[in-house]
């Protein structure tokens, strides 16, 4: 089994639209958990880290659910300029982090 | 401040040369990772750098490929008598530890292509 489970999508989104992906991990000694945006032909960004309590930055989300072992990204007002592929990260401190495949993800005009 | 710097950012080279890859990662990140990603796939761990602990080579897809990290700092990785199915771009990123959370920030990566 996959340390770290993504749907490729691809997801296609029209301008506006709330848009979210989801992310399954099969370590329950995972500690830290993360969203990477990559653009083509670029290196993974770090979007943003996912606490416990969930959190917030502008219009992205991200939500950890420890019970059922996810963690998710919520995108509200889509932009075109969010097209690009989603990659989920987990890791536990001294240990390597794993990536998700990612999730494209296009918004359409 | 400055991020993580790989270098060269293309190589091309042709099959059953060796290359070597260079990275330098954020001063006082103590861990380095390498990574392979081929043209729309997702990362591939290679090798993983952990302050003065023995690497986690269990990435490496053949004994061609070696890795070191030198006065804990820059990292070189090599690849001997390249194949052309080791043509993809090579991510280096480094992390730190902070409030008991490690994040991990990549360089711009070295694109390979052996001919």
């Known amino acids: 089994r996959k340390e770290v489970e993504q749907d490729p999508g691809p997801f296609n989104v029209p301008e506006g639209a709330t848009v979210a992906f989801n992310c399954t991990y099969s370590n329950s000694a995972s500690q830290s958990f993360f969203w990477y945006r990559q653009d083509c032909r670029k290196e993974p960004k770090l979007l943003m880290s996912?606490?416990?309590s969930g959190n917030e930055d502008g219009r992205f989300t991200a939500q950890l659910n420890r019970a059922s072992q996810y963690i998710s990204l919520l995108i509200r007002d889509s932009k075109l300029s969010d097209s690009a592929t989603y990659l989920c990260?987990?890791?536990?401190?001294?240990?390597?982090?794993?990536f998700g495949t990612g999730t494209s993800l296009t918004v359409i005009p | 401040g400055a991020g993580v710097s790989q270098s060269p950012s293309n190589k091309v080279t042709e099959k059953g040369k060796d290359v070597e890859l260079r990275c330098d990662p954020i001063?006082?990140?103590?861990?380095l990772y390498w990574y392979r990603q081929s043209l729309g796939q997702g990362l591939e761990f290679l090798i993983y750098?952990?302050?003065?602990?023995?690497?986690?080579k269990s990435g490496l897809p053949s004994d061609r490929f070696s890795a070191e990290r030198t006065g804990g700092s820059v990292s070189t990785l090599t690849i001997q008598r390249t194949q052309q199915e080791d043509s993809a771009v090579y991510l280096c990123a480094s992390s730190s530890l902070w409030a008991g959370q490690e994040t991990q920030y990549f360089g711009p990566g070295t694109r390979l292509l052996v001919l």
């Open positions: 996912v606490y416990s």
């Open positions: 990260a987990v890791n536990y401190v001294g240990n390597q982090f794993y």
């Open positions: 750098f952990q302050g003065n602990s023995a690497p986690d």
């Open positions: 001063s006082g990140h103590t861990a």
